[in-house]
Structures are given as C-alpha cells and as structure tokens.
C-alpha cells in the first residue's frame, strides 16, 4: 500500500486548503484511514479519520469545526478540507491508512501506512 500526500503550501490566516491523499494497492472503501499533524517540536497528533464504512470520526479539539474529511471512491482519494486556519496549524499533515481496520482510529499504532507528509504553513 502506498500514500501519496499533497496540496500543502503557505496560506495566510483565515484561509484555507483542501490537501489530498492518493491511495494504491487498497481500495480505501476497504481500510480506515485517518490524517495527522506534526508542528515542530511536538509529537505527531490525531487530525480526524473515516472509516472504510464511510463513517467519519470526530476531530481533534483544536481543529472541530474548521476541519473536515472525505473521500472518493472512484479515485481512491481521502480530502482534508482545513478552513478558517491558524497559525498553530503549521505542521507536517500525513495520511495514514489502517488495513486492520482498527477500533482506535485516534491512536498513530493502529496505522499500518504512512505518506511521507504535506508542509502547511499558516502565516499570521
């Protein structure tokens, strides 16, 4: 299974993105997968996940409500929608894929693939 992440770039505050991630060798109405984020110096954290049902999880606090996620089958492509960003959402955005299908969605150890990773930089 491969992950390729991309539409990471600068925005301004306030703005918005809408990053991709391109999935091969599963098709991701069979796997959960989920998006993640590392700001430098922290530790990589939970953005929001869907799950092969369909089914979307809740988000993370610090995004709820300014995030969202959704695929397309046919292309067999997860979307992270970022709207409203903020400075703190710089980060490493990855997306991961969880073939296992998971109960704890949240938790990095439940993902079995990784993309290497999307830069969004938010300027204030």
């Known amino acids: 299974v491969q992950l390729q992440a991309s539409g990471g770039g600068l925005v301004q505050a306030g703005g918005s993105l809408r990053l991709s991630c391109t999935v091969s060798?599963?098709?991701?109405?069979?796997?959960?997968m989920g998006w993640f984020r590392q700001a430098p110096g922290k530790e990589r954290e939970f953005v929001i996940a869907?799950?092969?049902?369909?089914?979307?999880?809740g988000s993370a606090d610090s995004v709820k409500g300014r995030f969202s996620i959704d695929r397309e089958n046919a292309k067999n492509t997860i979307y992270l929608q970022m709207n409203s960003l903020k400075p703190e959402d710089t980060a490493v955005y990855y997306c991961a894929a969880d073939v296992r299908r998971s109960v704890a969605v949240s938790l990095a150890r439940s993902y079995d693939y990784w993309g290497k990773g999307t830069l969004v930089t938010v300027s204030s």
């Open positions: 869907i799950r092969w049902s369909g089914s979307k999880t």
């Open positions: 060798g599963r098709a991701i109405n069979t796997i959960n």
